[in-house]
């Protein structure tokens, strides 16, 4: 079975449940990183979307009508759709559709040309095919010819606009030919906004002028199978693959722009009225995409996420003295450019969006923590995210109040307050959100937190005058809260505030992706972890899913439970594309599956590579190049319940340590020579050179 496949064989149809049209798109998707089409129908046309991550209009306000937009429609007019097929081939970046006698091939070129060819039965009328714009949200649209060529452009600007954004469309015939009967048209699309060139629409019409579609196709599918060959897993269950490898295709396909990272919908946008402008929400949603990538060794797709939380430093700034601290607060979310849609008059605190929480900014340093342990880059580290990370946990040790030798955090509540604006806000409903002390995922980010920035002065020589406030802040912090719920020690939401909910993850996500409770965790901990795991299944939870199975690998329950979590997600949640449709947010569910899938085979969060912690070893599975805090590649192999290979690639030179009882040697790949090592129990450790390759079974 070819799992980088898929076939969608009826025509898209959006969902309507409760009155709500939800906004995740059913119809085949083709993106290369910045541009996104979505395959879609009306009565007469079919309509291919086309948006792009950097396309938005810039217009401050918490409920004002700004937020990403939609570029543009595609339009082929009068075609018979009774008849649909559309196979999506991830490695390939290409869509092959067939639609009665018509066949369409489909793809996006790394350049941001969109390429497509439509073949139909010589006998028959060829169909129109026509650029259609969004007239919504006050947009000027216009359309202008020049050197033969139609094209378009949507522009958003005026006086309550904080900064103008254009994109101009081209779209041309680029050859035609008959063959056996059937004549074939090739056509283009460039799509060029004023982020990429001050003169789009000149740029817009070159592209097209010089496109070359054999060369474009070519070049695609060299990007996807390049991106492909990164590294592989290989299961029995087929399905699980199959979706593994969508969800990373369809990330892959919205993190290419360095500019412009995706917000909660990537660029999948249909229309202008996605939720919450499409915009990054920093109390996970932004996150969660990438919590799978580092494992997957795409450090590649991180290299946009820090771009507009850097561009927002100013306010953070401003933010934190708020407060009255130094350092770096965010509120619940904000735009690309600083975009403001944060602001509110009548909020409670200050004007600004923050919802009670103080821990947003802290949320945002995991991706660049992931980051720091997986590749140890310290002139990346430098160039993109130690300052951010260096003035969050500044922040903090102002926030932080010290009680009897402990840490303790204040008012700073483990979910949103609702509505904590307006004359209709009551405190007392509120009291004790708005009064909590050490909600959980606050603490596990914080000590997650200290443990990154401190681990990353170190190695980069930097603030050593840090080192002793750092460390007795990682040593003091206040311990997780507990309580007795049905009988059984579990962790409480916060230690005064807020107790528990049966819906989301935030009292799981000090394990993932905090990392702070794992293998190495003292027993009566774990026990702790494993009984608020099970006091009620969030397998299928619209907002923690995404976290909640991931964290069953990390503290070792049952596989079997966390696989058959991710079927029942496929059941539930995926649609016919591969993206699946949740309540809350949109992209951050695909990281889900590959995140799971991922910490079941191997895990290295806690200085130990595990190679199968969390997996039925009754089930063959295999992967190759995942990668490994340390900056490690590993890849192996289970089968016959045993592992029968194991080989490890040093990227910087570190010493490695690896838990797997059945190493009983260990091999320098290029000459085969024996390398010592030391053993404690099942973990044998010993050290490495940078860019060498290490055979353990």
């Known amino acids: 079975m070819n799992t980088y496949f898929n076939e969608i064989t009826a025509k898209p149809e959006n969902k309507n449940e409760n009155g709500a049209v939800y906004k995740i798109p059913t119809g085949a998707i083709c993106a290369n990183g910045d541009l996104g089409v979505v395959f879609d ?95 919504t949200c006050s947009s000027v649209n216009s359309q202008y010819e020049e050197k033969g060529l139609k094209y378009y452009s949507r522009k958003f600007c005026g006086e309550n606009i904080d900064r103008e954004s254009v994109v101009a469309v081209c779209l041309k015939e680029i050859g035609s030919d008959i063959a056996d009967g059937f004549k074939i048209i090739r056509y283009c699309v460039s799509v060029v906004t004023n982020f990429d060139a001050e003169d789009y629409k000149t740029k817009a019409i070159e592209m097209v002028i010089n496109s070359n579609y054999d060369g474009g196709k070519t070049r695609t599918q060299k990007k996807w199978q390049k991106f492909f060959s990164s590294s592989k897993v290989t299961l029995a269950d087929k399905e699980i693959e199959k979706f593994y490898n969508s969800s990373l295709y369809h990330l892959a396909g919205c993190m290419g722009n360095r500019e412009f990272p995706p917000g909660l919908f990537g660029n999948f946008i249909t229309d202008d009225f996605f939720p919450w402008a499409g915009d990054y929400h920093m109390n996970y949603n932004y996150e969660a995409p990438y919590y799978c990538i580092f494992s997957a060794n795409h450090p590649e797709l991180f290299d946009g996420y820090m771009v507009p939380i850097n561009d927002m430093r100013d306010e953070a700034k401003r933010m934190a003295g708020l407060f009255g601290c130094k350092g770096y607060a965010f509120p619940v979310s904000f735009g690309p450019k600083a975009l403001d849609v944060y602001s509110q008059p009548d909020c ?238 949109g992209i951050e569910h695909l990281t889900t599956i590959p995140a799971t899938i991922n910490e079941m085979l191997m895990q290295s969060y806690e200085g130990v590579i595990r190679v199968f912690p969390c997996w039925n070893k009754k089930s063959d599975a295999s992967f190759k190049n995942l990668r490994a805090d340390g900056a490690f590649l590993v890849s192996a192999e289970l089968k016959n319940e045993r592992v029968t290979s194991l080989e490890i690639k040093s990227l910087k030179g570190r010493i490695c340590a690896v838990e797997c009882s059945d190493v009983k040697s260990v091999t320098n790949k290029a000459d085969n020579t024996e390398i010592s090592f030391n053993r404690k129990g099942d973990t044998i450790i010993f050290e490495t050179q940078a860019e060498a390759e290490y055979i353990l079974i």
Request: with cysteine.
């Open 41 to 135: 129908n009306d009565e007469k046309d079919l309509v291919i979307h086309i948006s792009k991550c950097d396309f938005w209009k810039f217009c401050s306000g918490a409920h004002g009508d700004g937020g990403i937009k939609a570029v543009c429609d595609l339009r082929i007019s009068d075609i018979n759709l009774e008849d649909y097929n559309i196979k999506q081939y991830f490695d390939k970046g290409l869509l092959q559709c067939k639609f009665g006698n018509t066949e369409i091939e489909f793809f996006i070129a790394p350049e941001n040309i969109i390429y497509f060819e439509i073949k139909v039965p010589e006998s028959e009328i060829f169909y129109s095919v026509n650029i259609s714009l969004h007239d």
């Open 348 to 585: 409670k605190e200050h004007g600004v969006l923050f919802l009670g929480q103080k821990s947003h900014a802290a949320y945002a340093c995991v991706i660049p923590i992931m980051h720091w342990f997986s590749t140890y880059d310290k002139e990346y580290a430098l160039e993109n995210y130690y300052d951010f990370i260096l003035n969050t946990a500044a922040f903090w040790e102002d926030y932080l109040v010290k009680e009897k030798g402990r840490y303790v955090i204040k008012c700073d509540a483990a979910h949103e307050i609702p509505y904590y604006r307006g004359k209709d806000f009551k405190y007392i409903t509120h009291f004790g959100q708005v009064n909590t002390i050490n909600a959980i995922n606050s603490l596990g980010l914080v000590k997650l937190l200290f443990n990154g920035v401190y681990d990353m002065a170190k190695e980069l020589g930097l603030n050593p005058e840090k080192y002793a406030l750092w460390e007795d802040i990682i040593e003091n912090l206040s311990d997780f809260p507990t309580f007795i719920k049905k009988g059984k020690k579990c962790f409480r939401y916060s230690k005064f505030g807020i107790r528990w909910r049966n819906d989301n993850t935030v009292g799981l996500q000090h394990i993932y992706p905090a990392s702070q409770i794992g293998f190495n965790s003292d027993e009566k901990l774990l026990k702790i972890a494993k009984n608020t795991y099970f006091i009620n299944d969030r397998r299928l939870d619209d907002n923690g899913s995404n976290s909640y199975l991931p964290a069953g690998a990390r503290i070792g329950v049952n596989p079997d439970f966390l696989i058959e979590g991710i079927h029942q997600n496929i059941k539930e949640f995926a649609l016919p594309n591969g993206l699946f449709r949740h309540h809350g947010g």
